[in-house]
């Protein structure tokens, strides 16, 4: 079976020299859907801007050289016609992936035109990405580098705020905890500021939030809550290239969800799954453009005959991030 580095490929042997190439292929994916989106930011529109971003991004899949399959994408076949779980992608040659598809994390973010929309591919080796979509949420923590063998999803956030406090070197009141504000973080909101941390709260897109929680020297030193396990899945593939730490419970909403999450062979009542159960070996790459404005990358501009957009590759092996900045031809575009 191929896989993002193949045997034949004579690059192989030293881990600084994967196939930079597929990480390059992928940007241009993303760069299409954020660009396809320009239009309905701020628009009120979240279904017409997904519906452009999804269909940009599947037309630059069908061109790149590899087989991909998408574990996590826009739903079941039935009720997604492009992207859907299952579905095959690529030219059907080269190396055999497993696919995590987000064409905007943030949907309302860019149709009310708020900060920390992305558009998102994450991809690793063929059967390595756990297929969590049967349940749809996961209650995840993310740190960086600092929190790995130190913080616990199964602690007390307060004991885990101390613990990544004492780790990084400094007082509790200078850390600060990213959430996602929702009622069900009502109380977890109230332990993290009772500790002594300070909160961050997202109004969406825990994507952008776990990994500025991992990255060094950003303004947040952990995330922690219920958010979208698909979402989860991906943010370990750039975790995996941060070093940082992630780990995750499935969070059904109801007996039914459950029961599917069960009818999947997914683990749950209480299973805290580890990094490289969300996605097994550190062959991973990562790949991010701005759709608005946010601490991770800038959104898509528009100035004059020109778009501008920034992006990120994270690639697992190497354990690198790249900032991508580019320059596009608007009458190609929009």
Sequence with gaps: MASLTTDTNPLQQSPLHPDRNLALELVRATEAA????VPFIGRGQKELADGAAVDAMRAYLTTVDFDGVIVIGEGEKDNAPMLYNGEHVGTGSGPQCDIAVDPIDGTSLTADGRNNALSV???SDRGTMLDASSVFYMDKIVTGPAG???VDIR???????????????KPVDEIVVSVLNRPRH????ADIREAGAGT????????????NAARHNARTDMCIGVGGSPEGVATTCAITALGGHIQGRL??????????????????DGYVYEADELVRG???????TGVTNGELVAGVRREGDFVYTESVVLRGRSGTLRRIASEHLMSKWL
Excluded: H, Y
């Design 282 to 288: 550190k062959n991973t790459i990562f790949v991010a």
């Design 148 to 150: 790995v063998g130190v």
């Design 200 to 211: 961050r709260l997202m109004s969406d897109g825990d994507v952008a939030g776990g990994i």
């Design 186 to 189: 009502t109380q977890l909101i």
């Design 251 to 268: 969070w059904p909403r109801d007996d039914d969800e459950k029961q599917r999450g069960i009818d999947a062979g997914l683990k749950l």
């Design 121 to 123: 591919l994450a991809v």
């Design 155 to 169: 602690l007390p956030v307060g004991e885990n705020i101390r613990r990544l406090a004492k780790a990084l070197g």
């Design 34 to 37: 954020a660009i396809r989106s």
